[in-house]
């Protein structure tokens, strides 16, 4: 008698076990994507020479594709880390935007303003 409580149990276990439905609100649903610029920082002054252009995408479904743009000389390059001649960019205030897309197609962006002078 003992051992048909135990396997009746037992039993009782694994189809519970079983037929335990998953919660939809604990699905394992990414995170709103976001982008940040690491360099340059907002407020740079860029003075001729190389600059690095850096921003990192997190959340979402990677991979993720990076496009840089400059307000006033518009399309800078691709990448999430590109290097730009700054001697090369007009003179004055630039708003320097990336465009980060992920891999389900959702985009977002993050920006600065840099002096070049």
């Known amino acids: 008698m003992r051992t ?3 396997i ?3 039993i009782l276990l694994l189809v519970s076990g079983c037929l335990e439905q998953e919660n939809p609100q604990s699905s394992s649903a990414p995170s709103e994507l976001t982008a940040k610029i690491i360099s340059p920082k907002a407020g740079a002054v860029l003075s001729k020479g190389p600059v690095v252009m850096e921003a ?4 979402g ?3 993720y594709t990076y496009e840089w743009w400059s ?5 800078l390059g691709s ?4 290097n730009v001649d700054s001697s090369r960019l007009k003179r ?3 708003l320097i935007v990336v465009k980060v897309r992920d891999s389900a197609g959702k985009k977002v ?3 600065v303003i840099v002096d070049v002078v």
């Open 61 to 63: 479904r990677g991979p």
């Open 71 to 75: 307000s006033m000389d518009r399309y």
């Open 56 to 59: 990192r995408a997190s959340g």
């Open 4 to 6: 048909i409580s135990v």
């Open 92 to 94: 004055g205030e630039h």
């Open 8 to 10: 009746s149990v037992l």
């Open 109 to 111: 962006q993050g920006s």
């Open 79 to 82: 990448g999430s880390r590109i």
